[in-house]
């Protein structure tokens, strides 16, 4: 295999590597350690959008769906675990790369020194997340799953602080239980069909007996509830905007990208497992899908505008992103699909944007304006404190306005309203719903779908009333004594956040081209199926042939 | 045996479920110890229930599927135990500093009313 060939590995043996190398240096050695960290993550961001480059061009010319599959160990596919490159695992790449980088940068103004590891922690989770995105295997993605969690469980403690404490006791306590839903339901599939490879499910379930179709029914549900308490759905997603609004600004914005996991799993494995080639499964769950993103949009709606701190507005933004993109799933619809990739991509940018700008707007909030955060530093002995000393780096000018219009930025973006690109995503979506391809005239909407539509625009309204709301408290409201002090290095990643939603909706149509193809290729598994089957090993002189 | 087995698996699961849902955090961590076991027995399991049949093939003997029990859940089974053992250290760390940091076992940090 040519040096090329090798690239699918390493999102996954870079931030390995670097994260491993980290915990070498000693911990008061910040730059150093900043500057690897900031080095992987900037060479994370090149490879993904190579192996986007790459997945995406390996389409365009043969026609076919070609994903790569790279071989772990040299074992053929059934045997072995695979890693599989695809439209989407890239996109995934792409998107944990893009925030990663922010966050991090955001971190190096003063966060990455408020607790020891903090660079270590955050390279792992990156491999963890670029794992799960691009593995083959069942239990592999549990391993991987594991790795991310494990590192999030250290990040969400990072800073410390009572606050934080209970709300990581909770967020690990939560997660250790959907760990063992995880392994429950993949050993149960493992019992049924006899694989663990993803695509030798896709290929087997068509097969399974009746009398065993109950159990892995029942295997696929447990696993499924294991990733819905990722993503955050109702009424499994209470403890999400506790755990994230409690999280360090740039670990809350990473976080963001951790219901996503959920999302890509459940969307990957809905529509390769239970698919169009599923025989009896086919189509498996997608009520569920439906009517719980639903419920998890209208739940996230009310807390939106239920929400008195800003940092839990964006923690039930979330909820709503999350409940939009299931029900989407729930559509199983191609066109849905690509709009709601479309919207991921925008919504992740967005919120992740608006975890950052929080702990800068904070600063600028009287605290006598906020009841909820004077009863929160009364039962925490403030946190903040020890960190906010020795600050170096270069102040910006005109902070407010900055704040400002970056504040109407992410509330026009969690609203949907054009010009940004949360509006192409909304219409997308919305779109696909309501026009059912292919048009004619006795294609009737289904009443469910016409409340999916409400719903969603509904959300839209609640989201643009919180932050509007928010941001008059903020920003209008008399401030007693000096403007805050935001130092360049802490608006930039949030600016470049919101620059990229502003580029993917100037570049909409060849964006939404891209997620079209994606959505394509995920309703028709067959493709995936027969590229990871058919991976040869590549012969060479440790081929395993002695064994 | 199978009936030993799955009343075994029921009873861990079933405690530990019973005692993760309590206040107290030593009361959550012995029952996400508990569901673990029960856990790792199930995917144990799944593996179908064989007495004296290797896990392993031997080098050079005729092969026969049916003389041998399933590697792939004793394999699944290592790794689970592995993972499980880390996180339930990690969570005792952690219940340990929410101890100490707020005075209280209770699992949110203050005791009710």
């Given at each position: 295999m040519e040096a090329a060939g090798h690239l699918i590995v390493m999102p996954i043996v870079l931030p390995l590597a670097a994260g491993a190398f980290l915990l070498l240096l000693d911990e008061r050695r910040h730059v150093i350690k900043a500057v690897i960290s900031i080095m992987s993550t900037l060479a994370l961001m090149v490879v993904a959008i190579a192996l986007l480059g790459s997945a995406d061009n390996a389409t365009a010319s043969s026609g076919a769906a070609t994903n790569s599959v790279y071989l772990l160990g040299n074992w053929p596919a059934p045997f072995g675990i695979v890693l599989v490159l695809d439209r989407l695992s890239a996109l995934m790449l792409v998107l944990t790369s893009v925030l990663a980088l922010a966050s991090l940068a955001f971190s190096l103004a003063r966060w990455h020194k408020a607790g020891p590891h903090f660079h270590t922690l955050f390279q792992?989770?990156?491999?963890?997340?670029?794992?799960?995105?691009?593995?083959?295997?069942?239990?592999?993605?549990?391993?991987?799953?594991?790795?991310?969690?494990?590192?999030?469980?250290?990040?969400?403690?990072?800073g410390s602080g009572p606050l934080r404490v209970k709300a990581g006791l909770h967020y690990i306590a939560v997660n250790l239980a959907a760990s063992s839903l995880f392994l429950i339901g993949v050993s149960l599939i493992y019992g049924v069909t006899g694989t663990l490879n993803m695509a030798d499910l896709a290929q087997r379930i068509p097969a399974v007996p009746a009398q065993d179709r109950m159990l892995l029914e029942a295997g696929a549900a447990v696993l499924g509830i294991a990733f819905l308490v990722k993503a955050g759905m109702w009424p499994l997603g209470f403890w999400l905007p506790g755990a994230y609004s409690a999280a360090a600004a740039p670990v809350a914005a990473i976080f963001v990208i951790l219901t996503k996991v959920g999302f890509y799993v459940l969307l990957r494995l809905s529509l390769l497992l239970f698919g169009v080639d599923a025989g009896a499964t086919a189509g498996f769950g997608d009520a569920w899908l439906l009517f719980g993103g639903m419920a998890t949009i209208a739940f996230g709606a009310i807390g939106v505008l239920a929400s008195q701190a800003v940092s839990r507005l964006a923690g039930f933004s979330i909820l709503v992103s999350s409940g939009t993109l299931l029900a989407a799933i729930g559509m199983a619809d191609a066109r849905v699909t690509a709009g709601a990739l479309f919207y991921m991509v925008s919504s992740t940018l967005t919120i992740g944007a608006f975890f950052l700008l929080i702990e800068l707007v904070e600063r600028v909030q009287d605290p006598a304006a906020n009841v909820l955060s004077v009863t929160m530093e009364a039962y925490s002995d403030d946190t903040q404190e020890d960190v906010a000393d020795e600050e170096v780096g270069v102040a910006i000018p005109g902070t407010l306005a900055?704040?400002?219009?970056?504040?109407?930025?992410?509330?026009?973006?969690?609203?949907?309203?054009?010009?940004?690109?949360?509006?192409?995503?909304?219409?997308?979506?919305?779109?696909?719903?309501?026009?059912?391809?292919?048009?004619?005239?006795?294609?009737?909407?289904?009443?469910?779908?016409?409340?999916?539509?409400?719903?969603?625009?509904?959300?839209?309204?609640?989201?643009?009333?919180?932050?509007?709301?928010?941001?008059?408290?903020?920003?209008?409201?008399?401030?007693?004594?000096?403007?805050?002090?935001?130092?360049?290095?802490?608006?930039?990643?949030?600016?470049?956040?919101?620059?990229?939603?502003?580029?993917?909706?100037?570049?909409?149509?060849?964006?939404?081209?891209?997620?079209?193809?994606?959505?394509?290729?995920?309703?028709?598994?067959?493709?995936?199926?027969?590229?990871?089957?058919?991976?040869?090993?590549?012969?060479?002189?440790?081929?395993?042939?002695?064994? | 045996m199978e009936l030993i087995v799955a009343i075994a698996i029921g009873v861990l699961t079933g405690s530990g479920v019973w005692l993760l849902l309590r206040p107290r955090t030593f009361q959550v961590i012995?029952?996400?110890?508990?569901?673990?076991?029960?856990?790792?027995?199930?995917?144990?399991?799944?593996?179908?229930?064989?007495?004296?049949?290797?896990?392993?093939?031997?080098?050079?003997?005729?092969?026969?599927?049916?003389?041998?029990?399933?590697?792939?859940?004793?394999?699944?089974?290592?790794?689970a135990i592995v993972i499980g053992f880390a996180t339930t250290a990690l969570f005792l760390v952690v219940l340990l500093v929410s101890r100490g940091l707020t005075g209280s076992d209770h699992v949110d940090g203050r005791e009710p009313n």
């Open positions: 792992l989770l990156l491999m963890g997340l670029n794992g799960a995105f691009l593995t083959g295997d069942l239990f592999n993605l549990f391993v991987f799953f594991e790795v991310l969690l494990a590192a999030s469980y250290g990040l969400v403690l990072h900055v704040l400002g219009i970056c504040f109407a930025a992410c509330g026009l973006l969690l609203a949907g309203l054009p010009p940004l690109s949360g509006f192409v995503g909304k219409f997308a979506l919305l779109t696909a719903m309501v026009r059912p391809e292919p048009v004619a005239d006795g294609v009737v909407v289904a009443g469910s779908t016409w409340v999916l539509v409400a719903l969603l625009i509904l959300s839209g309204l609640c989201a643009l009333i919180a932050t509007m709301r928010a941001g008059m408290q903020i920003f209008w409201a008399p401030i007693e004594g000096t403007v805050p002090r935001v130092l360049l290095l802490e608006i930039a990643p949030v600016a470049f956040l919101l620059t990229l939603c502003l580029v993917i909706a100037v570049q909409g149509g060849q964006i939404m081209r891209y997620m079209e193809a994606t959505a394509q290729a995920l309703h028709s598994p067959s493709g995936y199926v027969r590229d990871v089957l058919s991976a040869q090993p590549t012969p060479g002189p440790n081929a395993p042939s002695d064994k | 012995v029952g996400l110890s508990l569901i673990g076991y029960g856990v790792n027995l199930f995917i144990f399991s799944m593996g179908r229930l064989r007495a004296n049949a290797p896990p392993v093939l031997q080098a050079g003997a005729v092969l026969n599927p049916a003389d041998h029990a399933d590697p792939i859940p004793q394999a699944l089974v290592l790794t």
